[in-house]
Every structure is written in structure tokens, then in C-alpha cells.
């Protein structure tokens, strides 16, 4: 069994959901446990320094478990992902994210791990979801039958985007339509999460 935790993303913007966030993701965890972040939805360029940022950060929540960080890289990826306890995958860039995952088979090389998705590292996770940067629905890569909304209501999101601000209201109702019609939507606003155990 694989163990999802889906988080809406912007957790900077709600920090005081942050320490319940990283209690679950940790709460199974022996000493030591392994934990592989992944930025492939980001540029390249920006993958060691967000490692360090989020590395330190997760840090103040590991309550002395001294968790064994490790930078993802897609051509060791699968070994990686068999050496980790934990997974996470970060946001940014829905379509990049998804092109770099689409090539392993997830399912199988992540069963029995803890796999984390913030933002677009939830949205590529669902079956179909709704993006803020493209303001349009896609489809993830349907591990988790559901669909999704991240940084639901969010005030912040899109702040100073030419497009003006975000109709939640339409975002939620243009996802309702979308794909399969019996699929329960999950729109979490910034720092919420669901688990689900699959």
C-alpha cells in the first residue's frame, strides 16, 4: 500500500498549517528516514538551491528524527525513489512535471513508500485537476482517483497576474464538467491536505 498526501501548496502563506502537515508525513517514520525531494517541476537551474531551502526547512519540523535528504535526478530516479522512505514532489510547472513522470511506472516503484505532492506535485497525482497557472483543467497521471483543486480561494495566488484574479467559483464548476462526472473533487485551500491510501 502507497501512502499519498496531497497538500494544496503555499504553505509559506500558512505557516501555522505547516507543523501538522510535516507531523503526517513523518508520523510513520523510523529514525533516520530517507527522504528523496523532487523538483522536477521546476528549471534546472533552481534544483540544488530550492533542495537546500526546503531541506532546512523541513528540518525545524523532524522533531529529532534527523531525516536523509536526497536531491531527485531523472536518470537515477527509479533507484533513488527504491532507496527512499519518503518522496516528495514539489510544485511549479504542471507540464514539465508531467513530462519527467510520465516515463516511470510509479505505481510499481513507489509501492509501500510515503509519496508527498505539494501543488502541481499534487495535481500530476490525480486523475483530472484544475490549474492556476494555466487557469484550465488537465489530467494528471491518475494514481488518485479524484479531482483536484490546489490553492483553492487562495487571495495570494495570481496576485499582480495580468488576467486579474482568480474565479474560484468557475474554476470549481469548469472541473465538475471535465472527465468523469463521479469523481469526488477535492479543492483545498493553501496549507490543507488530504491523505489517501491506496
Same mark, same amino acid.
Not at 510544485?91 to 514539465?96: A, E, Y
Not at 495535481?123 to 484550465?136: A, E, H, I, N, P
Given at each position: +500500500?502507497? *501512502?499519498?498526501?496531497?497538500?494544496?501548496?503555499?504553505?509559506?502563506?500558512?505557516?501555522?498549517?505547516?507543523?501538522?502537515?510535516?507531523?503526517?508525513?513523518?508520523?510513520?517514520?523510523?529514525?533516520?528516514?530517507? +527522504?528523496? /525531494?523532487?523538483?522536477?517541476?521546476?528549471? &534546472? =537551474?533552481?534544483? =540544488?538551491?530550492?533542495?537546500?531551502?526546503?531541506?532546512?526547512?523541513?528540518?525545524?519540523?523532524?522533531? =529529532?528524527?534527523?531525516?536523509?535528504?536526497?536531491?531527485?535526478?531523472?536518470?537515477?530516479?527509479?533507484?533513488?525513489?527504491?532507496?527512499?522512505?519518503?518522496?516528495?514532489?514539489?510544485?511549479?510547472?504542471?507540464?514539465?512535471? #508531467?513530462? #519527467? /513522470?510520465?516515463?516511470?511506472?510509479?505505481?510499481?516503484? #513507489?509501492?509501500? *513508500?510515503?509519496?508527498?505532492?505539494?501543488?502541481?506535485?499534487?495535481?500530476? /497525482?490525480?486523475?483530472?485537476? #484544475?490549474?492556476?497557472?494555466? &487557469?484550465?483543467? +488537465?489530467?494528471?497521471?491518475?494514481?488518485?482517483?479524484?479531482?483536484?483543486?490546489?490553492?483553492? *480561494?487562495?487571495?495570494?495566488?495570481? *496576485?499582480?497576474?495580468? &488576467?486579474?484574479?482568480?474565479?474560484?467559483? +468557475?474554476?470549481?464548476?469548469?472541473?465538475?464538467?471535465?472527465?468523469?462526472?463521479?469523481?469526488?473533487?477535492?479543492?483545498?485551500? =493553501?496549507?490543507?491536505?488530504?491523505?489517501?491510501?491506496?
Amino acid at each position: +500500500m502507497t *501512502k499519498y498526501i496531497l497538500n494544496s501548496g503555499g504553505l509559506k502563506n500558512k505557516p501555522e498549517k505547516a507543523k501538522k502537515f510535516f507531523e503526517e508525513i513523518l508520523k510513520d517514520s523510523k529514525q533516520n528516514p530517507k +527522504m528523496l /525531494l523532487c523538483f522536477f517541476a521546476q528549471p &534546472r =537551474e533552481d534544483w =540544488e538551491g530550492k533542495f537546500e531551502e526546503y531541506k532546512l526547512g523541513f528540518l525545524e519540523f523532524s522533531n =529529532e528524527l534527523n531525516p536523509i535528504f536526497e536531491l531527485a535526478m531523472p536518470d537515477k530516479f527509479e533507484e533513488q525513489v527504491g532507496n527512499s522512505d519518503i518522496i516528495f514532489i514539489y510544485g511549479g510547472d504542471d507540464h514539465l512535471l #508531467w513530462y #519527467w /513522470l510520465k516515463q516511470y511506472n510509479l505505481p510499481e516503484i #513507489w509501492k509501500g *513508500k510515503v509519496v508527498v505532492g505539494s501543488s502541481a506535485g499534487s495535481d500530476v /497525482l490525480v486523475k483530472s485537476f #484544475w490549474t492556476c497557472d494555466w &487557469r484550465q483543467c +488537465m489530467d494528471g497521471l491518475g494514481l488518485v482517483s479524484i479531482k483536484f483543486i490546489p490553492h483553492y *480561494k487562495s487571495t495570494e495566488y495570481g *496576485k499582480g497576474d495580468p &488576467r486579474g484574479s482568480i474565479d474560484w467559483n +468557475m474554476a470549481y464548476e469548469e472541473l465538475k464538467e471535465y472527465g468523469d462526472k463521479n469523481l469526488p473533487i477535492y479543492a483545498l485551500e =493553501e496549507g490543507d491536505y488530504q491523505v489517501f491510501e491506496i
